[in-house]
């Protein structure tokens, strides 16, 4: 019934196209009008549009006209005018869902559309790209577009300066990446001043390749880390502890290389910790505890499962871990939160300080700041589910501009890895025969490497293939009667090889882009793992602008400079080879994708066939798939290598079957929706954090912009006091009951008062609420006069400084306490506790006690600060050893690592804090007004003003109010 349905009237999907193309008429009914104006008239519009919106208009009432002047812009400057669905699609990224559009529909061009149109509020819009290559050379080609209208464009890759990254957030429009945005985010939260900030909101954010980055990319996070203090005798101790655990303490597992402790062993842990003093108040399992437990199982782990000289060797009085696949030395690798620190105490090597999280944000969280979000891909049906309950997000999909000629092959089944190399080698040889381009596609690096090695090398090719080969004419009889498949003669395949070809890993992007425009050219062969390339079209016959660059940088190197001539007739004379080679290449059936194996994704195999077939071209793809890969191996191997025993298979021989087809697609969906599970989970336990790293960021910018803080510090103060009391006089004690002495102490050590708070209690009759009204008026007076002795301008920068430092530093403990109770949170299942329930508790009660920290050392601070005149202070460090960390959930390097080492940041000057006021007096500090930090001191000392009037000295020993 529901295919009849669907038939009469359409999927959901067609009813939502259908809704699409009213608009797009009233775009197209505008086009002669936006033709006539002249290119000054046509910038103008930007003004218009922008009053409009300022008189109260609606954003989508301008979509018609803002895209019939963008498509006018399009055409005048790139000689582009886009395609009817190409405006479809700009209308889906307006109203925030995702548009999928296949390869070659242009989508670097739709996103001009959308992106003018919601740039004209001014709030700036971000569309973010997958490298810093395609970033730029985005950037470069649309802002064509875009400074037709009146509008700027920015673009952000590493190495800029904080400097550069404002200007380019500033843009009307900013190119970047999914990393240098999240990065940008979490450094403007490390900044003590607005002005240093360089995001300015997040009004608007289009994605392109939006699975990859939004599901994909998104499976790891952003993290900035820093080391933390030396702590070797703390691992030293700790590791002294777990050669006096019995067997009883601990049960290892070896399979998931894990170790926890029995109840034996946590009351034996429980009791030496005690006895080091390193156990705080309660039992092992106590909230203040969870640090030092974290740091005894890692000391069991590496005592108990890492074993020297398989997983790690010590090498010049270091720890260097062993890869377990290649046994290869990976030196400068370290394992995380504490374990490589408990390995190098267990061998007696230099401890080396651990790396604390500073600032940590996952994709999802950050993406979901946009006030609105859109993406394009050309795959994203499978993942709806995903981008509709993660992100809030829809998939519309846009019909192509020219029908799809493509054919897609069913899967070829093999039983084993070599005898589907061999029927892949053979293919090819057929291809390059015809002239036939072909992108083979693999699942991973080691795949590609396989697959090059197979086609370089007669030797390794004979070796490991060569026996599915007859080797002579009457073996080859002798196997057709025994009816093996026909195969050629081993000779025949070997005097082919080897065949010239390109491969793709996706590390050098702007060599990758390169490899890929000229791997439409009639017989070529380039093999790149599934997520190599995107972004850059495969043109048969060849890039025509990317052939007249190469040639371009052939003349300079040579030391010549063409004429225009020159090269408009090398234009000329590249384009007609194009044409040719196109024509060729079509001749033989266009481009052949073929794929090497089933990836875990159904969108990622579509990926893979979409790069064929693009503007209604014909094209061709092909699955080849055995038993021995991992998808089917993990999941139906031995059912599928008995099914094609009882059918009779022959060596060499393969099923394809539209059902065979299907199961691997029921195989993928199983896995997906495994994948989806395992990120639905993370996300939820980040969730509770991104409540609270929100809370924290947004106070941060309130005392930040806020120009006087003396309010919150008052309060603060305030809430001190009232804790102290409530603490050591609780509410309905008896007189006897109270801890006056407890009280005096604290307040001395807090406030740095000495009060006659004995006295106090002794009077007749007095209750708790009198005692903290005195001691609030103490306080009060006390803090008032060390305002007044300093000057309130002064003290105000002060208490915003400090209560900046405290807010960074509590935050920073609390991010690593997280992390602790995040790895050990699992075990409360085996109480019958929902662990998810469980973390959240805690975290909350965790983020309860960074508030109370982050008071009573603010209040202790700013109470027994002293300021004084210093002539030369010691200027205060910038962190240093900062490291950015992305990694790749697919090769588990850090993506940032290569960039950092290559460039590194620079650090531009502060920005000013004072300025000059009209009637300077250099003796009257109160006329100099907001004077810069570095600015000579108006005094007219030769000196900086920080080292002169504007020094000051913080101490914490001053107790004298």
């Given at each position: 019934?529901l295919?009849?349905?669907?038939?009469?009237f359409?999927s959901?999907?067609?009813?939502?196209?259908?809704?699409?193309?009213?608009?797009?008429?009233?775009?197209?009914?505008?086009e002669?009008?936006?033709?006539?104006?002249?290119n000054?008239?046509?910038a103008a519009k930007?003004?218009e549009f922008r009053?409009r919106?300022?008189?109260?208009?609606k954003?989508?009432?301008?979509?018609?006209?803002?895209?019939?002047?963008?498509?006018?812009?399009a055409?005048?400057t790139?000689?582009?005018?886009?395609y009817?669905?190409?405006?479809?699609?700009g209308i889906v990224?307006?109203?925030?869902?995702?548009?999928?559009?296949?390869?070659?529909e242009?989508k670097?061009l739709?996103?001009t559309l959308?992106?003018?149109?919601?740039?004209?509020?001014g709030k700036g819009?971000h569309v973010v790209t997958?490298?810093d290559?395609?970033?730029?050379?985005d950037a470069?080609?649309m802002?064509?577009?875009?400074?037709?209208?009146?509008m700027?464009?920015g673009?952000?890759m590493h190495?800029?300066?904080?400097?550069?990254?404002?200007?380019?957030y500033?843009c009307?429009?900013?190119?970047?990446?999914?990393?240098?945005?999240?990065?940008?985010?979490?450094?403007d939260?490390m900044k003590h001043s607005?002005?240093?900030?360089?995001q300015r909101?997040?009004?608007f954010?289009?994605v392109d390749?939006?699975?990859?980055?939004l599901i994909?990319?998104?499976?790891?996070p952003?993290?900035i880390s820093?080391?933390?203090?030396?702590?070797t005798?703390?691992?030293?101790?700790i590791?002294?502890?777990?050669?006096?655990?019995?067997?009883d303490?601990y049960e290892?597992?070896?399979k998931a290389?894990?170790i926890?402790?029995?109840?034996?062993?946590?009351e034996?842990?429980?009791e030496m910790l005690?006895?080091r003093?390193?156990?705080?108040e309660?039992?092992?399992?106590?909230?203040e505890?969870?640090s030092?437990?974290?740091?005894v199982?890692?000391?069991?782990?590496?005592h108990k499962?890492f074993?020297?000289d398989?997983d790690y060797?010590?090498?010049?009085?270091a720890?260097?871990?062993i890869?377990?696949?290649?046994?290869?030395m990976m030196?400068?690798r370290?394992?995380?939160?504490?374990?490589?620190?408990?390995i190098?105490?267990?061998?007696?090597?230099?401890?080396?300080?651990e790396?604390?999280?500073?600032?940590?944000v996952?994709?999802?969280?950050y993406f979901?700041?946009?006030?609105?979000?859109?993406?394009?891909?050309?795959?994203a049906?499978?993942?709806?589910?995903e981008?509709?309950?993660t992100?809030?997000?829809?998939?519309v999909e846009i019909?192509?501009?020219?029908p799809?000629?493509?054919i897609?092959d069913e899967?070829v089944?093999f039983?084993?890895a070599a005898?589907?190399?061999?029927a892949i080698?053979?293919?090819?040889?057929?291809?390059?025969d015809r002239?036939?381009?072909?992108l083979?596609?693999?699942a991973?690096?080691?795949?590609s490497?396989?697959?090059?090695a197979l086609?370089g090398?007669k030797?390794l090719?004979?070796?490991?293939?060569?026996h599915?080969?007859?080797k002579d004419a009457a073996?080859?009889?002798?196997?057709e009667k025994?009816?093996r498949?026909e195969?050629?003669l081993?000779?025949?395949?070997l005097a082919?090889?080897p065949?010239?070809?390109q491969?793709?890993?996706?590390?050098?992007?702007?060599?990758?882009?390169?490899?890929v425009?000229?791997?439409?050219v009639?017989?070529?062969v380039?093999?790149?793992?599934n997520?190599?390339?995107r972004?850059?079209?495969?043109?048969l016959?060849g890039?025509?602008?990317m052939r007249?660059e190469a040639?371009?940088?052939?003349?300079?190197?040579?030391?010549?400079?063409?004429?225009e001539a020159?090269i408009?007739a090398?234009?000329?004379s590249i384009?007609a080879?194009i044409?040719?080679?196109k024509?060729?290449?079509?001749?033989?059936?266009g481009?052949?994708?073929l794929?090497?194996?089933?990836?875990?994704s159904?969108r990622i195999?579509?990926?893979?066939?979409?790069?064929?077939?693009?503007q209604?071209d014909?094209g061709r793809?092909?699955f080849?798939?055995?038993?021995?890969?991992d998808l089917?191996?993990?999941f139906?191997?031995?059912?599928?290598d008995m099914?094609m025993?009882?059918?009779?298979?022959?060596?060499?021989?393969?099923?394809a079957?539209?059902?065979?087809?299907k199961?691997?697609?029921?195989?993928?969906?199983k896995?997906?929706q495994?994948n989806?599970?395992?990120r639905k989970?993370v996300?939820?336990?980040?969730d509770?954090m991104?409540?609270?790293?929100?809370?924290?960021?947004?106070?941060?910018?309130?005392?930040m912009?806020?120009?006087?803080v003396a309010?919150?510090?008052?309060d603060?103060?305030?809430d001190?006091?009232?804790?102290l009391?409530?603490?050591?006089?609780?509410?309905k004690?008896?007189?006897d009951?109270w801890d006056i002495?407890?009280?005096n102490?604290?307040?001395q050590?807090?406030?740095?008062?000495?009060?006659?708070?004995?006295?106090?209690?002794?009077?007749?009759?007095?209750a708790?609420?009198?005692i903290?009204e005195r001691?609030?008026?103490e306080?009060?007076?006390a803090?008032?006069?060390k305002?007044?002795s300093?000057?309130?301008?002064?003290?105000?920068?002060?208490?915003?400084?400090?209560?900046?430092?405290a807010?960074?530093?509590n935050w920073?403990?609390?991010l690593?306490n997280l992390d602790?109770m995040?790895?050990?949170?699992g075990?409360r299942?085996y109480a019958?506790?929902?662990p998810?329930n469980e973390?959240?508790q805690?975290?909350f009660?965790?983020?309860?006690r960074?508030?109370d920290n982050m008071?009573?050392?603010?209040?202790?601070?700013?109470?027994?600060?002293?300021l004084?005149?210093a002539p030369?202070?010691?200027?205060?460090?910038?962190p240093q050893?900062?490291?950015?960390?992305?990694?790749?959930?697919?090769?588990g390097?850090?993506e940032?690592?290569?960039?950092q080492?290559?460039?590194?940041r620079?650090?531009?000057?502060?920005p000013?804090?004072r300025?000059?006021?009209?009637?300077?007096?250099?003796t009257?500090?109160?006329?100099?007004?907001?004077?810069?930090?570095n600015?000579?001191?108006p005094?007219?000392s030769?000196?900086?003003?920080?080292?002169c009037?504007g020094?000051?000295?913080?101490?914490a020993?001053?107790?004298?109010g």
């Amino acid at each position: 019934m529901l295919p009849i349905v669907r038939k009469l009237f359409g999927s959901s999907n067609d009813r939502k196209v259908r809704r699409l193309r009213p608009i797009v008429d009233k775009i197209n009914a505008l086009e002669p009008d936006f033709e006539s104006l002249s290119n000054e008239g046509l910038a103008a519009k930007t003004g218009e549009f922008r009053a409009r919106l300022a008189d109260g208009a609606k954003l989508e009432s301008l979509i018609p006209e803002a895209f019939a002047a963008v498509r006018e812009a399009a055409k005048r400057t790139l000689g582009l005018r886009p395609y009817d669905v190409q405006m479809m699609g700009g209308i889906v990224l307006t109203e925030g869902s995702i548009a999928e559009m296949k390869t070659g529909e242009g989508k670097t061009l739709v996103a001009t559309l959308p992106v003018y149109l919601n740039a004209l509020p001014g709030k700036g819009v971000h569309v973010v790209t997958v490298n810093d290559y395609l970033a730029k050379r985005d950037a470069e080609w649309m802002a064509k577009v875009y400074g037709a209208l009146g509008m700027s464009t920015g673009v952000i890759m590493h190495g800029l300066s904080d400097e550069q990254r404002r200007a380019a957030y500033a843009c009307d429009i900013t190119y970047a990446t999914n990393n240098e945005l999240g990065f940008d985010y979490l450094r403007d939260n490390m900044k003590h001043s607005v002005e240093e900030m360089a995001q300015r909101g997040h009004a608007f954010a289009i994605v392109d390749e939006v699975d990859s980055i939004l599901i994909d990319e998104a499976r790891t996070p952003l993290i900035i880390s820093g080391r933390t203090e030396d702590r070797t005798d703390f691992y030293k101790t700790i590791n002294e502890l777990i050669p006096l655990l019995d067997e009883d303490c601990y049960e290892i597992d070896e399979k998931a290389r894990s170790i926890l402790l029995t109840e034996e062993g946590n009351e034996r842990v429980e009791e030496m910790l005690k006895e080091r003093d390193l156990l705080k108040e309660g039992d092992l399992y106590d909230i203040e505890n969870i640090s030092v437990v974290h740091h005894v199982n890692q000391a069991l782990k590496a005592h108990k499962i890492f074993q020297r000289d398989k997983d790690y060797i010590v090498k010049d009085n270091a720890v260097v871990l062993i890869d377990e696949f290649t046994g290869r030395m990976m030196p400068g690798r370290r394992l995380s939160e504490g374990l490589h620190q408990a390995i190098e105490a267990k061998e007696g090597t230099d401890i080396q300080p651990e790396n604390q999280t500073l600032a940590s944000v996952t994709f999802q969280n950050y993406f979901r700041l946009y006030d609105k979000l859109a993406g394009m891909t050309g795959t994203a049906s499978t993942e709806a589910d995903e981008f509709h309950s993660t992100y809030g997000l829809d998939v519309v999909e846009i019909p192509t501009n020219k029908p799809i000629a493509r054919i897609d092959d069913e899967d070829v089944v093999f039983r084993t890895a070599a005898e589907k190399y061999a029927a892949i080698v053979d293919d090819l040889i057929d291809c390059q025969d015809r002239g036939q381009p072909v992108l083979v596609g693999t699942a991973s690096i080691e795949k590609s490497e396989i697959i090059s090695a197979l086609l370089g090398d007669k030797n390794l090719f004979k070796k490991e293939v060569g026996h599915l080969y007859p080797k002579d004419a009457a073996e080859k009889e002798a196997w057709e009667k025994d009816g093996r498949p026909e195969r050629p003669l081993l000779k025949e395949i070997l005097a082919h090889l080897p065949i010239e070809h390109q491969v793709l890993n996706a590390r050098y992007h702007e060599a990758e882009a390169g490899i890929v425009a000229q791997a439409g050219v009639p017989g070529a062969v380039t093999i790149a793992t599934n997520m190599a390339g995107r972004g850059t079209d495969i043109q048969l016959g060849g890039n025509l602008d990317m052939r007249l660059e190469a040639w371009l940088d052939a003349q300079k190197t040579a030391g010549r400079e063409p004429s225009e001539a020159e090269i408009e007739a090398e234009r000329d004379s590249i384009a007609a080879d194009i044409a040719a080679k196109k024509q060729h290449a079509l001749d033989a059936g266009g481009l052949y994708v073929l794929a090497t194996e089933r990836h875990e994704s159904r969108r990622i195999d579509n990926q893979l066939r979409g790069r064929t077939g693009r503007q209604g071209d014909p094209g061709r793809s092909k699955f080849y798939v055995s038993v021995q890969d991992d998808l089917l191996r993990i999941f139906a191997a031995e059912r599928l290598d008995m099914i094609m025993r009882r059918l009779g298979l022959k060596e060499g021989e393969a099923i394809a079957h539209p059902w065979m087809s299907k199961a691997l697609e029921t195989s993928q969906g199983k896995v997906e929706q495994r994948n989806f599970d395992i990120r639905k989970n993370v996300l939820k336990y980040d969730d509770v954090m991104n409540d609270q790293r929100k809370a924290i960021f947004e106070q941060r910018i309130d005392f930040m912009t806020a120009d006087d803080v003396a309010d919150v510090i008052t309060d603060m103060r305030h809430d001190v006091a009232e804790d102290l009391v409530k603490h050591h006089i609780p509410p309905k004690a008896y007189a006897d009951q109270w801890d006056i002495e407890g009280l005096n102490l604290k307040v001395q050590e807090t406030f740095g008062l000495e009060l006659p708070i004995s006295e106090w209690a002794a009077e007749e009759g007095i209750a708790d609420e009198e005692i903290l009204e005195r001691l609030l008026s103490e306080a009060d007076k006390a803090y008032a006069a060390k305002v007044a002795s300093a000057s309130p301008d002064l003290m105000r920068r002060v208490e915003k400084s400090i209560l900046l430092q405290a807010i960074d530093l509590n935050w920073r403990e609390h991010l690593q306490n997280l992390d602790a109770m995040r790895s050990m949170i699992g075990l409360r299942s085996y109480a019958q506790r929902n662990p998810l329930n469980e973390y959240k508790q805690e975290a909350f009660e965790l983020f309860e006690r960074l508030t109370d920290n982050m008071r009573s050392e603010v209040t202790q601070k700013l109470m027994l600060l002293r300021l004084e005149r210093a002539p030369e202070p010691a200027a205060a460090p910038a962190p240093q050893g900062l490291t950015e960390t992305h990694i790749n959930p697919d090769t588990g390097r850090n993506e940032m690592a290569s960039a950092q080492q290559a460039a590194p940041r620079a650090r531009p000057p502060a920005p000013p804090l004072r300025k000059p006021a009209q009637n300077l007096d250099p003796t009257r500090p109160e006329t100099w007004g907001r004077v810069s930090r570095n600015a000579p001191c108006p005094c007219g000392s030769g000196k900086k003003y920080k080292h002169c009037h504007g020094a000051l000295t913080p101490s914490a020993t001053d107790n004298d109010g």
